[in-house]
C-alpha cells in the first residue's frame, strides 16, 4: 500500500505527461467499453469535493459537448491564475487573511475562512446574482437537514466513531461544511461536505455549462462577466469490509445571471466484490425513486452513469453505476426539487441494508489486496477524469475538501490479472460490460 500524499500526486503528472507526449485525450469521443463518452462535468466548487458532473437535461450530452466543457475549464483557470495575480499586486497579507474582492472571479477556495459555527444559512438574498432566493435557502436547507440525518444513521452503523465537523466561510459569501468520519469500525473514512458558493465566470463558460448560455448571453457586453450562484452536498464512504462497497453522492443546485438554473446529481456504487442482489436492492430503491417523479427517469440516468464512470485507460468502469444526471432544467424547479430531495433522502436506504450485511462477513488478506486494488482504481479515476477534482488541484483550493473522497489507502500491483474464474474476475466482467440490475 502507498501513501497518498506523495503516489496520487505522481500518479496524476504521469497520466498528463502522456497525454502531452502521445497526443492522448482521457476524454476521447468513445470508451474502450463500447459506449458514447462525454466529458459532463461542471467545473464548480462542488464537484472538487466529489465527483459531480454536467451535462444536459433530456438526453446524454452529444460529442460537441467535449469540447464546451474544456473551453468552460480553460476559461475558469484563466480567470483564477489572473485573480491570484491581482491579489499579489494588490499586497496581500498573511496566510489566513481574508480578500474581499469587488469582482470575484475565482470559485476556489483561497479565500475561505475557518469558523466555530456556520450561520443558520450561508444564502443571503442580497448575495450573487439575481434569482430564485426562496429556491436556493429551501434547497441549502433540506441538504444540511439531509446531512445531519446521513452523518446520524452512519455513526450508528459504525457503532463508535463520530464525524468531525469543519466549518468555514468566503469574504464574498456562501461557505460550507465537512463531515468526515475516520478510523471508525466500519468506514476508515466517510465525509460528507457542504457547499454554498457564489462566483462569476465568463459568458464562454456559460455557454460550456448549459447549452441555453447562448440566449442567456445575448445583449451582454462583450467582457462582462456572469455571476452565478450553486449549492451542494456531496459524500463518499470508504468501508473496511471488502465486502462492503464503497460509495458516493452528489446533489446540487445551480442558478447564473439571467435566469439559467438547473439541477444535478446522482448516487453510485463501487464494490470490490459483486453480490447481485446488493446491486438489485441499490439500483431497486433508486429506480423506485425515480419512477415516483418520472418513468424514464431511471434508464435515462443510469445509462448516463455508466458512461461517465468509464476509466478509459484500463477499459473499465470505476464501478456499478447508479444513477447520474446534470442540467436538469426541463419542467416546473419545484417537481426538481422534490426529486432531488427523494434522491439525497434514500442514500441510507439504499446503501445502509448492503452494509449492515456484509460488515462482519470474514475475509482473507488476498481479498483485501483486491479492495486496495480496487480503491487504486477509484484514484485514477478521480484524480485523472473528475475534472473538478483536477481543477481543484491547479488553482489551489482548499485541499483538504478536494481530496476528501480519497481513500486512505490504496494498492497498484504491476500487471495484475484475475485468476479465470475467481470472485475477482467475475466482478471485472461486469467492470468491462456494464449491465442491468432491475
Not at 453522492?249 to 456504487?269: A, H, L, Q, S
Not at 470474514?362 to 479515476?381: A, H, N, S
Amino acid at each position: 500500500m502507498f501513501d497518498n500524499a506523495a503516489l496520487l500526486f505522481v500518479l496524476s503528472a504521469a497520466l498528463s505527461s502522456f497525454g502531452r507526449a502521445t497526443g492522448f485525450s482521457p476524454l476521447g469521443p468513445t470508451s474502450m467499453v463500447g459506449r458514447s463518452l462525454s466529458s459532463t462535468t461542471s467545473i464548480t466548487e462542488l464537484d472538487m469535493m466529489m465527483m459531480g458532473g454536467g451535462g444536459v437535461a433530456q438526453s446524454p450530452p452529444p460529442p460537441t459537448m467535449i469540447e464546451k466543457k474544456e473551453t468552460f475549464h480553460r476559461s475558469l483557470l484563466a480567470a483564477q491564475i489572473a485573480n491570484n495575480s491581482r491579489k499579489k499586486e494588490v499586497g496581500v497579507g498573511g496566510k489566513n487573511d481574508v480578500v474581499v474582492d469587488p469582482n470575484p472571479v475565482n470559485i476556489g477556495w483561497d479565500s475561505h475562512r475557518a469558523v466555530d459555527k456556520a450561520p443558520d444559512s450561508l444564502v443571503r438574498p442580497g448575495d450573487g446574482p439575481d434569482g430564485n432566493y426562496p429556491m436556493r435557502a429551501r434547497f441549502e436547507r433540506m441538504l444540511r437537514e439531509a446531512q445531519i440525518s446521513i452523518t446520524s444513521e452512519i455513526e450508528k452503523i459504525d457503532g463508535g466513531a463520530t464525524f468531525r465537523e469543519d466549518s468555514w466561510v468566503r469574504a464574498n459569501g456562501g461557505g460550507g461544511m465537512s463531515r468526515v468520519l475516520a478510523d471508525g469500525a466500519v468506514w476508515e473514512k466517510a465525509g460528507v461536505n457542504l457547499s454554498v458558493v457564489y462566483g462569476s465566470m465568463p459568458q464562454e463558460a456559460l455557454q460550456a455549462a448549459t447549452e441555453r448560455g447562448v440566449d442567456r448571453a445575448r445583449g451582454m457586453a462583450p467582457g462582462d462577466r456572469v455571476p452565478f450562484f450553486a449549492c451542494g452536498l456531496s459524500c463518499v464512504m470508504h468501508p473496511r469490509n471488502p465486502h462492503c462497497p464503497t460509495m458516493h453522492f452528489n446533489y446540487r443546485y445551480f442558478e447564473t445571471d439571467g435566469g439559467v438554473w438547473w439541477f444535478g446529481g446522482g448516487t453510485d456504487i463501487t464494490p470490490s466484490y459483486l453480490n447481485v442482489d446488493d446491486m438489485r436492492h441499490f439500483h431497486g430503491t433508486y429506480k423506485d425513486v425515480c419512477d415516483r417523479h418520472d418513468p424514464t427517469f431511471y434508464p435515462k440516468f443510469k445509462a448516463w452513469a455508466d458512461r461517465y464512470f468509464v476509466i478509459p485507460h484500463r477499459n473499465e468502469t470505476r464501478g456499478l453505476g447508479g444513477i447520474f444526471f446534470d442540467d436538469l432544467n426541463d419542467r416546473d424547479p419545484e417537481l426538481l426539487f422534490q426529486f432531488a430531495r427523494d434522491a439525497v433522502n434514500s442514500v441510507v436506504p439504499a446503501y445502509g441494508p448492503i452494509i449492515e450485511a456484509h460488515k462482519d462477513d470474514p475475509f482473507t488478506p488476498r481479498e483485501k489486496d483486491w479492495q486496495q486494488m480496487r480503491r487504486g482504481r477509484y484514484v485514477e479515476f478521480n484524480l485523472v477524469y473528475d475534472r473538478g477534482t483536477v481543477f481543484g488541484l491547479k488553482t489551489g483550493g482548499r485541499i483538504e475538501s478536494i481530496l476528501m473522497s480519497l481513500p486512505e489507502t490504496a494498492r497498484w500491483e504491476y500487471n495484475h490479472q484475475p485468476e479465470l474464474g475467481s470472485p475477482e474476475a467475475e466482478i471485472m466482467d461486469a467492470f468491462k460490460h456494464p449491465r442491468e440490475w432491475v
